[in-house]
C-alpha cells in the first residue's frame, strides 16, 4: 500500500509539474510545500525565487488576509541588490497555485513591457540620463540604452549619406562626453545598488564608444558594413510597442 501511495503522490506532483513547468527545477520537498500551502499565496512567496531569477517575492496588498480571502499582487520585488517593479493593475492571486503562477509570468512580461515603454518616453525627457537611470530598473535602463544607441548610430549614417561625412565622428565625441559624465556621477556619493547600476552604463557605453570608432577608422558610411550589421543591435518597434533584437 505505501508503494501505491507514493506512486499516486509521484502522479500526482508529475501532473503539477506539466502545468507549471518551473516546478520540474525546484526540489520534491518545496513543490509538496508548495502545493500543500497553494491556497495561501503569502506561504508561496518564499518559494518565487526558486521558480523566477532574480525575483524575491511579489509584493501583496495584505500579508495576512482573513480567512477564505486571496492576496492582490502589487508588483514584483528583486533579490538581487534593491529593486522593486510596480504593476500598472493588481492581481488577485485565485485559483490553482500551478494556474495563478502561470498568470504571473504573464502578468510579469506584460508589466515589463510596460515598464519599458514608459523608460523609452522619459529617456533624457526631461531628466538627463545621468539622472534617468536611477528612475528605472538595470534591465530597463539597458535595453533603453541600447535602443537609442543604435537610433543614434543609424541617424549618423543617414546624416553621412546626406553631406555630413563627419556625422559619426561627431557622435563618437558625444558618446565620449556621455562616458565622461557618467563617470563623474561614480566620484559621489553613491549607495551600493546605484553605484552598481552605473557601471553597468559605463560598460556597455564603453563598447558602444569603441564600436562606433571602429566605424569611423575603417571609413564606413553606411549601416549595412559589417561592422554595424555584426552587432547585436536593439531597436524599438511601434508596431508592437516593444523591443526587438538584431543580429
Same mark, same amino acid.
Given at each position: 500500500?505505501?508503494?501505491?501511495?507514493?506512486?499516486?503522490?509521484?502522479?500526482?506532483?508529475?501532473?503539477?509539474?506539466?502545468?507549471?513547468?518551473?516546478?520540474?527545477?525546484?526540489?520534491?520537498?518545496?513543490?509538496?510545500?508548495?502545493?500543500?500551502?497553494?491556497?495561501?499565496?503569502?506561504? !508561496?512567496?518564499?518559494?518565487?525565487?526558486?521558480?523566477? @531569477?532574480?525575483?524575491?517575492?511579489?509584493?501583496?496588498?495584505?500579508?495576512?488576509?482573513?480567512?477564505?480571502?486571496?492576496?492582490?499582487?502589487?508588483?514584483?520585488?528583486?533579490?538581487?541588490?534593491?529593486?522593486?517593479?510596480?504593476?500598472?493593475?493588481?492581481?488577485?492571486?485565485?485559483?490553482?497555485?500551478?494556474?495563478?503562477?502561470?498568470?504571473?509570468?504573464?502578468?510579469?512580461?506584460?508589466?515589463?513591457?510596460?515598464?519599458?515603454?514608459?523608460?523609452?518616453?522619459?529617456?533624457?525627457?526631461?531628466?538627463?540620463?545621468?539622472?534617468?537611470?536611477?528612475?528605472?530598473?538595470?534591465?530597463?535602463?539597458?535595453?533603453?540604452? @541600447?535602443?537609442?544607441?543604435?537610433?543614434?548610430?543609424?541617424?549618423?549614417?543617414?546624416?553621412?549619406?546626406?553631406?555630413?561625412?563627419?556625422?559619426?565622428?561627431?557622435?563618437?565625441?558625444?558618446?565620449?562626453?556621455?562616458?565622461?559624465?557618467?563617470?563623474? !556621477?561614480?566620484?559621489?556619493?553613491?549607495?551600493?545598488? @546605484?553605484?552598481?547600476?552605473?557601471?553597468?552604463?559605463?560598460?556597455?557605453?564603453?563598447?558602444?564608444?569603441?564600436?562606433?570608432?571602429?566605424? !569611423?577608422?575603417?571609413?564606413?558610411?553606411?549601416?549595412?558594413?559589417?561592422?554595424?550589421?555584426? @552587432?547585436?543591435?536593439?531597436?524599438?518597434?511601434?508596431?508592437?510597442?516593444?523591443?526587438?533584437?538584431?543580429?
Amino acid at each position: 500500500e505505501l508503494e501505491i501511495c507514493e506512486k499516486a503522490l509521484a502522479d500526482y506532483m508529475e501532473s503539477k509539474r506539466r502545468s507549471f513547468p518551473r516546478f520540474y527545477f525546484i526540489s520534491t520537498a518545496d513543490l509538496l510545500d508548495i502545493l500543500s500551502n497553494g491556497n495561501s499565496p503569502t506561504k !508561496v512567496m518564499p518559494h518565487m525565487s526558486k521558480c523566477f @531569477q532574480a525575483i524575491e517575492k511579489l509584493k501583496l496588498d495584505n500579508e495576512d488576509p482573513p480567512p477564505g480571502t486571496r492576496p492582490k499582487g502589487e508588483g514584483m520585488e528583486s533579490c538581487v541588490g534593491k529593486e522593486y517593479v510596480p504593476w500598472s493593475e493588481h492581481m488577485l492571486l485565485e485559483g490553482k497555485v500551478e494556474e495563478y503562477m502561470n498568470l504571473i509570468i504573464n502578468k510579469m512580461r506584460s508589466e515589463l513591457k510596460i515598464n519599458l515603454f514608459a523608460s523609452v518616453q522619459a529617456y533624457n525627457n526631461p531628466k538627463p540620463r545621468d539622472e534617468w537611470l536611477f528612475d528605472w530598473t538595470s534591465q530597463m535602463i539597458l535595453v533603453v540604452n @541600447q535602443i537609442y544607441w543604435c537610433q543614434e548610430t543609424e541617424q549618423a549614417f543617414v546624416d553621412m549619406n546626406k553631406g555630413n561625412p563627419k556625422a559619426m565622428e561627431q557622435y563618437n565625441e558625444k558618446q565620449v562626453a556621455q562616458l565622461t559624465q557618467l563617470i563623474k !556621477v561614480t566620484s559621489g556619493d553613491l549607495p551600493k545598488d @546605484q553605484r552598481m547600476k552605473v557601471m553597468n552604463m559605463i560598460t556597455i557605453d564603453a563598447h558602444s564608444r569603441d564600436m562606433i570608432q571602429k566605424v !569611423v577608422d575603417c571609413g564606413k558610411t553606411t549601416k549595412s558594413a559589417f561592422e554595424w550589421l555584426s @552587432q547585436l543591435r536593439t531597436y524599438w518597434d511601434e508596431s508592437v510597442e516593444d523591443a526587438i533584437i538584431r543580429i
